[in-house]
């Protein structure tokens, strides 16, 4: 509804937080890490476009359905891109891209931040914040006065942070795929 151009970049929080193997939470982070090699190596053999449907299956079967362990391939199949970028999950050289991709918006927002993290690119400078985090997804009208009223605070250069203690978690189950 705002003509935007959108693309996709990786952010680990496994390494963001540098989750090691003694952790409870190293299988989950572990296993969105790999998920994010795939994106990598989808990126890398020129399938830019397909990413944003990357993001949203993985996040289906992972927050809509709680699932870690899916079938990779079949989503990528079902993307029409090659299953065997599967291969990517145990493919460590990838981990150098994610890396990279974080410096970057970490350069951007800071490095005390979480994720989502959105820049805007006006051509002439980027700006980027954390956030927003909302829990749950708004009507279509708010939608855009909440991608407005973003598009304000970031063009401010001086502004940095909007915050307020979150009283419920996210309910995932408003959002319509």
Known sequence: MRDLEVRWHPF?????????????????????????????????????????????????????????????????????????????????????????SMEIATGLAGADVGIPIIAVDDNEEKNAFFGPVITRMPDPAEALRLWDAYLTLVEIPHFFEIKRTREERPDLSTIKF
């Open 12 to 100: 680990s929080l496994m390494f963001r937080n540098e989750i090691g193997p003694e952790s409870e939470m190293y299988e989950y982070v572990s296993r969105t890490r790999n998920l994010l090699r795939v994106v990598e190596a989808a990126r890398a053999s020129g399938n830019e476009a397909a990413i944003g449907g990357l993001y949203t299956e993985f996040g289906k079967q992972i927050h809509h359905e709680g699932a870690i362990e899916f079938d990779v391939a079949s989503i990528l199949s079902g993307l029409g891109l090659d299953p065997e970028l599967v291969s990517a999950l145990d493919d460590e050289s990838l981990d150098a891209a994610i890396r990279a």
